[in-house]
Structures are given as structure tokens and as C-alpha cells.
């Protein structure tokens, strides 16, 4: 934090960066023109990403990319500009052809990957030591599922069974209110609630 740097950001984090805190840092910092161009793409992102797009505005974020890049192109210098810059233009055509990006993006995959990773124990065989803790994994749950009923072994029983109000549990009494009670009690709800009471004479 010393030294102002972000370190250690997956690449969701720098979505998130970019399209909601990156136009307000840059606020003061820039020089107009600089900041309108970097906040209009950042504006750009979040609108195709969204959950719900309506396909009227597609023509015109098409149109907005190509000028957001008009415009990085004339105030950074030329080293900008790789082949991922470029890229930004063919965005919208996706959303027309395969719908949403949310539907499609890898985060999702990226988090499973983190979670598989920690499954490596043998360093020099990762994928095998992977597969084989995942293979573990799924059938364990398996028998934990398809056992579910089965008594337990060399364990106590409990007391208690899994539904709420069974004949374990302690200090119970079903009550069967008779038709003239339900009466009593459901006309003493109407007399004493706010709603009712305009109706009442």
C-alpha cells in the first residue's frame, strides 16, 4: 500500500476496476479529453455486459466503440495498441450472434480451476493427483447421498428424528383445535387487525 500498487488482481477484479471505480479515480487526474475517452469506454463495458440489452441499442454501441477508439488512438502513443485493443469492436457482434456475456464468460471456470488446484498434492504429477482427489471427492458424495437412511455403526443413536415435532423431541403436545376455537380465534384476528377495521360498523 506503500507504494500505491495494486498487486495480485485476477481478472475479474480488473472488470470490476474498470468499469466501476477507474472513471472516478481518474476524475481529477487527467486532462479532459484523456478522462472522457477512458470513462466512455468504461461506460462502453458496462453497458455490454449487462444482464438485460435491448437489441435496438446494439447499433450504437457498435458505433461508440469505434469512436472510443478513434479516441485512445489519438492521445496514447502507438505501443498502446496491441491486438486485444482492436478486439473491442467485434464485442457487440458477439452479443448479436451468442446473446449476453454473462452466459459466457470464464469466471466461473477460473474459480473451479482455483478450486481444483488445491487439489495437487503430488507436485510432479499434478493432473493425475487432481483427477484422482476429484474422483474421491465425487464418490464420497455419492455414498454419502445414497446412504443417507443408513443406520450408523459403533455411533449412538439420536433421540431425534430429522422432522420437526416427531415423538423424540421433549416437551410436545399436539393440539387439535375443535371447528368452534378456529372460529373464535379466526374472528379475533379480524377484530384486532388494522386493515379491517374501516369495514367494521
Known sequence: MKELKLVGLKSHDCHVLMQQLLAVAIQDILPNKVRLAITRLCFFFNAIRSKVLNPIMFDDLENE???????????????FFDIMIHLIVHLVREIKCCGPIYLRWMYPVERYMKILKRYTKNLHRTKASIVERYIAEEAIEFCSKYIEKAKLVGLPESRHDDTVGSKGSRGLHVITPSVEDLLQAHL???NNSNEVLPYML
Do not use: S
Open 188 to 190: 379475533y384476528v379480524l
Open 65 to 79: 466503440a469505434a469512436i472510443i477508439l478513434c479516441q485512445l488512438e489519438m492521445y496514447f502513443p502507438p505501443t
